[in-house]
């Protein structure tokens, strides 16, 4: 065997280190050759969802799970639709509204043109009979007057 080739190790030689990694990892910028690296998944880090705590009566309540654009895009079309179909509710009501106004004075009407209908008759029979009376009355004074 022939010890005098350099490039193998000797068992008692220190072999150096590959420097280590900055702080802040550039997944852009490439890596030192023969370097472990692997480009991450995804974009944006999510963490990964709690359980939901059970509350107690006396712990007071948790603050609401930060806004993100797609929930604050989430929460505007809900106010878009709660505001479209209020309007359509708001149009609608007073449709029907006015029917239902209509409807009521209808029958309204209805009853007190019976309850007036109701009272001249009423009326129109006590004068009747009042004048019959006095034109049975006025007869028969003119014909006792004539027999005497």
């Not at 991450?40 to 799970?65: D, E, G, K, L, R």
């Not at 479209?84 to 209805?110: G, I």
């Not at 009423?122 to 009979?129: S, V």
């Amino acid at each position: 065997m022939n010890h005098d080739d350099n490039s193998i190790p000797l068992l008692t030689e220190v072999i150096p280190l590959a420097p280590a990694a900055p702080a802040a990892l550039d997944y852009a910028a490439p890596m030192q050759p023969g370097a472990f690296h692997t480009q991450p998944a995804a974009t944006h880090y999510q963490a990964p969802a709690a359980a939901t705590p059970v509350m107690s009566p006396m712990a007071p309540p948790s603050p609401p799970p930060p806004v993100t654009p797609a929930a604050e895009q989430y929460r505007q079309w809900e106010q878009e639709i709660r505001e479209n179909v209020l309007q359509s509710l708001l149009e609608r009501v007073d449709t029907v509204l006015h029917q239902h106004l209509q409807d009521q004075m209808a029958l309204a009407l209805d009853h007190l043109s019976d309850i007036v209908m109701q009272r001249v008759r009423e009326g129109l029979r006590d004068a009747l009979a009042e004048t019959v009376e006095r034109a049975v009355a006025e007869e028969m004074a003119r014909f006792s007057s004539s027999k005497k």
